[in-house]
């Protein structure tokens, strides 16, 4: 049961142009969401994340937006630039006590020069 | 800093064997996962620890053992490797939260190949 979901496994976008990342998730107990980015044989790196208190959260060209009653979340970036390509995976956090994550199946961008 | 390290990077096992994934962190953090990533698809939680001496199960822990002797490490044993066991682990960790920070910090992963 994947109660995080990025639908599109794939996203081309030209250099300088906005990149937008979706992601849905279906447990309404989840209070904190966050997006990682990874590189080919690299672990996971944080990028930005978004309280459910909150509906967006910025940090440079990159911005997450939350829309709690459609259970939705973007990540925006602009401008694109080539070092953006990577997988980008969005996660969710609980209210247990380990504040485990449940990640998305992941969304791969690629910049094109 | 190391932050999260794992070893091995890259490793084959035969069907039945058993080995120890690695994870040492040096940030102090209280709180450790073991992941899962099979291709195409997101992380799932193995098992965690929220402190030394403190492991719990997560989404996927049959078929694996871990510990949690010091702050630092965290290894995950696989005890009879399957097929079905190849994948690529990820070890995280993260501070005790202070102001709602969830962040978690990971290694470069482990890929395993079971025969």
């Known amino acids: 049961d994947q109660q995080v979901k990025q639908n599109s496994p794939s996203l081309s976008v030209q250099e300088g142009r906005i990149s937008i990342l979706n992601c849905d998730y279906t447990?309404?107990?989840?209070?904190?969401f966050l997006w990682y980015k990874k590189y080919p044989a690299e672990g996971p790196t944080f990028l930005i994340s978004?309280?459910?208190?909150?509906d967006k959260n910025e940090d440079g060209r990159f911005t997450v937006f939350l829309n709690k009653s459609a259970k939705h979340l973007s990540l925006h970036i602009v401008p694109s630039q080539p070092g953006d390509s990577a997988v980008y995976f969005c996660a969710a956090s609980d209210e247990t006590g380990a504040n485990n994550l449940f990640f998305g199946t992941g969304t791969r961008l690629t910049v094109i020069p | 800093n190391a932050g999260v390290t794992q070893t091995p990077k890259f490793r084959i096992l035969k069907i039945g064997q058993s080995m120890t994934l690695q994870c040492t962190q040096d940030?102090?953090?209280?709180?450790m996962y073991w992941y899962r990533q099979d291709p195409g698809m997101g992380l799932k939680l193995i098992y965690y620890?929220?402190?030394?001496?403190?492991?719990d199960k997560g989404e996927v822990p049959n078929g694996y053992n871990v510990s949690r002797s010091t702050t630092e490490d965290f290894p995950l044993r696989l005890e009879l490797a399957a097929p079905s066991q190849t994948s690529v682990y990820f070890c995280a960790s993260r501070r005790t939260p202070a102001g709602g920070e969830e962040t978690q910090y990971f290694g470069p992963g482990t890929r395993l190949l079971v025969l």
């Open positions: 978004i309280s459910s208190i909150k």
């Open positions: 620890s929220v402190g030394a001496g403190i492991t």
């Open positions: 447990n309404s107990m989840f209070d904190y």
């Open positions: 940030m102090n953090h209280n709180y």
